[in-house]
Nanobody
Framework: QVHLVESGGGLVQAGGSLRLSCAAS????????MGWFRQAPGKEREFVAA????????YYADSVKGRFTVSRDNAKDTVYLKMNSLKPEDTAVYYC????????????????WGQGTQVTVSS
């Protein structure tokens, strides 16, 4: 059983930055990588970014490319999402999730999810 805990959300002005963290416990060698998703009010949950534990390959949604950076610390079993140049449309609950396959875009590929952390960007 993998347990994920996100932290680092909050209220920030447009143009500001935040760094989200996702601490994983119970991770096994079956874990291929992690992903970040977000869900805004009234919208479906959408892919934001993903990273592989081995090799560190990263993937981003077009809407955040160049502004967000996903990274991992294997020793701490922690994944980060650094968000720069935040926009009001980035406002959402952000979730991290664990996957055991190479495919990363669909939430169906993810086995475990954190509880989410709220990010609010004011204009």
């Amino acid at each position: 059983q993998v347990h994920l805990v996100e932290s680092g959300g909050g209220l920030v002005q447009a143009g500001g930055s935040l760094r989200l963290s996702c601490a994983a416990s119970g991770r096994t060698f079956s874990t291929y990588g992690m992903g970040w998703f977000r869900q805004a009010p009234g919208k479906e949950r959408e892919f934001v970014a993903a990273i592989n534990w081995i090799g560190g390959n990263t993937y981003y949604a077009d809407s955040v490319k160049g502004r967000f950076t996903v990274s991992r610390d294997n020793a701490k079993d922690t994944v980060y999402l650094k968000m720069n140049s935040l926009k009001p449309e980035d406002t959402a609950v952000y979730y991290c999730a664990e996957r055991r396959v190479a495919r990363y875009y669909s939430e169906r590929e993810y086995s475990y999810w954190g509880q989410g952390t709220q990010v609010t960007v004011s204009s």
